[in-house]
Nanobody, 124 residues
Framework: QAHFVESGGGLVQPGGSLRLSCTVS????????IGWFRQAPGGERKWIAC????????TYADSVKGRFTISTDNARNTVYLQIDSLKLEDTAVYYC?????????????????WGQGTQVTVSS
């Protein structure tokens, strides 16, 4: 069974940038759609974006277009989430997840495998 591990979170000042990574072990990205979600304290887990490993096609939630960029390095079996112009409201635990059917997926229930999450805190 494939495993997915996030990294790259941390404490950042408003206006800064971060690049989160989601590395796959025990599987290859070509077989998955990888999604990024985030969950703020007391909030629901919300979908941010996804990328199809086979085609590298990207899909974004309307609320994050322009500041978030999802990309993949299939040779490294890693999916990235670049976040620019960070805002206080971006503070959340960020999760990557995998859909093994390789389709565009914008809801949590469409994903079968989840990482443990990485904390992003935006604070001055």
């Amino acid at each position: 069974q494939a495993h997915f591990v996030e990294s790259g979170g941390g404490l950042v000042q408003p206006g800064g940038s971060l690049r989160l990574s989601c590395t796959v072990s025990g599987g290859t990205l070509d077989h998955y759609t990888i999604g990024w979600f985030r969950q703020a304290p007391g909030g629901e887990r919300k979908w941010i974006a996804c990328i199809r490993g086979s085609t590298k096609s990207e899909t974004y939630a309307d609320s994050v277009k322009g500041r978030f960029t999802i990309s993949t390095d299939n040779a490294r079996n890693t999916v990235y989430l670049q976040i620019d112009s960070l805002k206080l409201e971006d503070t959340a635990v960020y999760y990557c997840a995998a859909n093994p059917r390789g389709v565009v997926a914008g809801t949590a229930r469409q994903y079968d495998y989840w990482g443990q999450g990485t904390q992003v805190t935006v604070s001055s």
